[in-house]
């Protein structure tokens, strides 16, 4: 298509979008979504696009939602599964007090990951909000996040964490429950 092809066409605002290899030359595209606003304030949807940019069999031509809990939830990282899928990792402001961390790992096919809790697995869910996530694979169907948190009163008043999710959605065993502090 000359002119690109569309990932979203559904009313309302679609911004902020992030994308990942699929890992056969097409992309995952995740993004905050406010169609549905006026129920569940910013929604996460993500969509599988296919190499020759079409939408790839299964998916919904508007995107998957990923995260639609009452509150705003925006995506922050998508990380390849390393078997043609992809972990979605989002702040989620579901609690209404603060943003925590959930990931998300959906099959290429746009199913949730069998084992996976539907409304996504906790990364962390600490008081104070976290910010910044980032994450990579771990090479074996899960992934590695990192973010902060703003601690007003501590002497750096920032501290980084590290969680290890594996490829069923659990916190990997060691680790602990609300990630690693690694600086602070």
Do not use: K
């Amino acid at each position: 298509m000359p002119d690109g092809a569309p990932v979203c066409t559904a009313p309302n605002d679609q911004y902020s979008p992030q994308l990942c290899t699929d890992g056969a030359g097409g992309a995952y595209i995740a993004w905050p979504d406010l169609r549905n606003y006026s129920v569940s304030g910013v929604d996460v949807y993500l969509q599988h696009i296919l190499a020759d940019g079409t939408v790839a069999p299964g998916w919904p031509l508007n995107g998957l939602p990923v995260a639609t809990e009452p509150g705003p939830q925006y995506v922050a990282v998508l990380v390849p599964d390393g078997e043609g899928g992809v972990i979605a990792g989002w702040e989620d402001g579901r609690s209404l007090t603060n943003f925590d961390l959930y990931a998300l790992r959906i099959t290429a096919e746009g199913a949730i990951a069998a084992g996976w809790p539907a409304s996504g697995a906790a990364i962390c869910l600490a008081p104070d909000s976290q910010y910044g996530l980032v994450g990579c694979t771990d090479g074996r169907g899960g992934a590695f996040f990192s973010w902060y948190v703003n601690r007003p009163g501590l002497p750096s008043n920032t501290d980084i964490f590290l969680q290890h999710i594996d490829g069923d959605g659990n916190v990997a065993p060691g680790w602990p429950v609300d990630g690693l502090p690694v600086e602070g």
